[in-house]
């Protein structure tokens, strides 16, 4: 069955905008918790616009033993005032999973993948790097992406499908294109021996649909909407709603 991470950026946005401690990411990440998600993830960024550096240590704390945790970032950015950079992080955190994205400072959020043709030669010591503190590797990819043998030979283990264009196109009530660009790539990735995640946009209104389409997804890494839909139904209702859909799917 698909397993789902909680990605609780939002929250430190909400944070942020206020200051101080409330609300605490990592009391949203134990209420995500106890109510059955497998993982926790963040994705910290130089320009510490939401998860900062203490975030990540103390999930790590809060997720020790307990469910997966997921450290999403650019590789290539480095290091900026409190920020240490992303391998520094990994080092003191010892996450689950690391998953790479090649998301700039100027980005709003994440979107697109790796162009591994250019990318690859600068990746691979990096992914070493990473696995060499016990991490598994994941490479966010856009659906389409070719050359998926790269990201094998380098020593990623997964790839994470961005699955924006898909919730775009599901949103405008044609998705059929998307998802089988997503279903193609994903058999792809698992015919080399990359494990498939996926996340971006994914909600309860399009995860059903998403799953049907595309098989051997292992996870969905799931923020905006779900922490959004969490401020109507509550953070543990919402969490809930997700996994029965993947337990359906």
């Known amino acids: 069955m698909t397993v789902l991470s ?4 939002k929250i430190a946005v909400l944070r942020n905008s206020r200051g101080g401690r409330e609300p605490s990411v990592g009391a949203a990440a134990m209420a995500a918790m106890a109510a059955g ?8 960024r130089p320009d510490l616009r939401h998860i900062r550096p203490e975030d990540v240590l103390e999930l ?18 480095p290091p900026q005032g409190s920020y240490p950079g992303l391998l520094a992080l990994v ?9 790479l994205v090649p998301d700039g400072d100027a980005q709003l959020t994440s979107d697109h993948g790796f162009d591994l043709r250019r990318d690859s030669r600068r990746l691979r ?11 598994r590797v994941s490479l966010f990819m856009d659906a389409g992406a070719d050359a998926l ?8 283990d997964r790839i994470e499908l961005y699955t924006g264009p898909f919730a775009q196109a599901f949103a405008a009530g044609d998705a059929s294109q998307a998802l089988a660009s997503c ?23 399009n995860l059903a649909a998403f799953l049907r389409a595309v098989a051997g997804v292992e996870e969905v890494s799931i923020g905006h909407a779900l922490i959004s ?21």
Do not use: M, W
């Open 37 to 44: 998600c497998a993982g926790i993830t963040v994705h910290p």
């Open 60 to 77: 790590a704390r809060i997720t020790r033993s307990r469910v997966e945790f997921n450290i999403e970032g650019n590789p290539f950015a």
């Open 125 to 135: 010591p990096i992914v070493a790097e990473l696995k060499a503190c016990g991490a």
């Open 6 to 9: 909680v990605n609780v950026n």
């Open 229 to 249: 839909e969490s401020l109507y139904d509550g953070l543990a209702t919402t969490v809930r709603a997700y996994l029965e859909i993947l337990a359906a799917n």
């Open 149 to 156: 043998e790269l990201a094998a030979g380098i020593g990623a």
């Open 91 to 99: 080092e003191a955190a010892r996450p689950e999973q690391v998953t």
């Open 183 to 205: 279903a193609d790539t994903a058999a792809a990735a698992r015919s080399l021996g990359l494990g498939v995640n996926a996340g971006h946009d994914l909600s309860q209104a």
